[in-house]
């Protein structure tokens, strides 16, 4: 069973465009965040969301719109595709474990090319 | 600023030997140090982490390491197999603020 999925795995796509990226887990985590990779390989946090509620906002513009209908799911739409979107985006949620440990588990990603 | 950096982006081993990645970072207030893996295609994985007030954690073939006076840290990973090739990132994190801060990250090759 896949513990975080994303769909679609790869995403071509034209300038402004919009597009929207999904995401479930089966976890059963409170927390999800969506993440940039860039071609570097340079992770970044764009935001967290702990059942349902926005946490952290990393400066993303914003026609990144995140949505998390419930606690398994956080979508990610894109509004007006900038060839610097151009990406591989994950998904990953957590839950605290003892002692404030935790562990992030981190979906598949989801390649985003603009043309 | 914050941040978190590798000394070296790539690391070459052979098949059998031990691998040790190196990181540096900048923010003394970080709670926890964490190592993921992350192979070609994949997610990040969780390998390991290490609470601030420890200097030493072990795991299945793995221990990390973490120099507080000197802000640094490391993976060592014994007995080096085909499968650890990857890219390996270190991150930190603050329990007060559930936000994850990644390195750039080192790519371990690991030659038969």
């Known amino acids: 069973d896949t513990a975080v999925s994303q769909t679609p795995k790869y995403l071509v796509t034209q300038m402004g465009n919009d597009k929207s990226i999904k995401c479930e887990q089966n976890l059963g985590h409170d927390t999800m965040y969506w993440y940039k990779q860039d071609s570097k390989k340079f992770l970044k946090i764009m935001f967290s969301y702990n059942n349902k509620e926005l946490i952290i906002n990393e400066t993303v513009p914003n026609r990144f719109s995140p949505k998390s209908p419930d606690k398994a799911h956080l979508n990610l739409h894109i509004n007006s595709l900038e060839l610097g979107d151009s990406a591989v985006y994950f998904c990953a949620s957590s839950q605290p474990l003892i002692q404030g440990r935790y562990e992030q588990y981190f979906g598949p990603g989801t390649r985003l090319t603009v043309t | ?112």
Not at chain 2, 40 to 45: A, E, I, L, T, V
């Open chain 2, 1 to 112: 600023g914050e941040s978190v950096g590798l000394h070296l982006p790539t690391l070459s081993v052979q098949e059998g030997d031990n691998s040790i990645i190196n990181c540096a970072y900048s923010n003394s207030a970080s709670d926890y140090f964490i190592w993921y893996k992350q192979e070609s295609g994949k997610g990040p994985q969780f390998i390991i982490d290490i609470r601030s007030n420890m200097d030493k954690r072990q795991g299945q073939r793995v221990t990390v390491l973490l120099n507080k006076t000197v802000k640094h840290l490391s993976l060592q990973i014994a007995a080096t197999q085909p499968g650890d090739s990857a890219v390996y990132f270190c991150a930190e994190r603050k329990t007060s603020y559930d936000k994850v801060i990644f390195g750039p990250g080192t790519s371990l090759s690991v030659i038969p």
